[in-house]
Structures are given as structure tokens and as C-alpha cells.
């Protein structure tokens, strides 16, 4: 979404705010992913997704896909890197 907001400004001159305010969303939110744009880096949030799938992908690479993801959740959890999900209750 907030790409199209920046291209209407790009090809349509629509100023920003008026573009979140019709779309419903913050400008503060949206210059928020503009400057992560600019700066190449992902949001704190899709940063930590990241580096869990990478981490994920590793462990089920290592025991050969013969992981669920109950163990792989474990393993993920022994070695510190946190869960996506908080723990459920037992």
C-alpha cells in the first residue's frame, strides 16, 4: 500500500497525506516504510521474520525434512531463537 501512495504522488502529484487520508492510513506509518525504503532495511518486525524463516529453513534442511513443526518449534526454542507464537498451554 505504501508504494501506491508513492507512486501517486510520482505520477499523479497527489500529496502523501491526502493519499493516506483517503486510504485510511497514518502518515506517520507511512513515512515510517519510506524511510526504511530509502534506507534499504526492513521494519524491526519483518526483520526478526526473516532471520526466524532463514533459521527455520536451516533446521528442517538438517534433519532432512523429517521435522514437523512442532519439533522444529522446539528446537528453535532450546536454542534460544524464540518461537512466532507464544507457547501453548500444556
Known sequence: MA??????????G???ATSCRA??????WFYK????????????RQERRRRLAV???RL???HAGKRGSPMITADLREGGGGSARAPSPS
Request: charged share 15%; glycine share 10%.
Open 60 to 62: 528442517f534442511k538438517a
Open 3 to 12: 508504494g501506491f501512495i508513492a507512486s501517486q504522488r510520482e505520477a499523479h
Open 23 to 28: 486510504l485510511g492510513v497514518s502518515q506517520s
Open 55 to 57: 533459521e527455520i529453513a
Open 33 to 44: 516504510w519510506l524511510g526504511h525504503a530509502r534506507a534499504g532495511t526492513l521494519p524491526p
Open 14 to 16: 497527489i500529496p502523501h
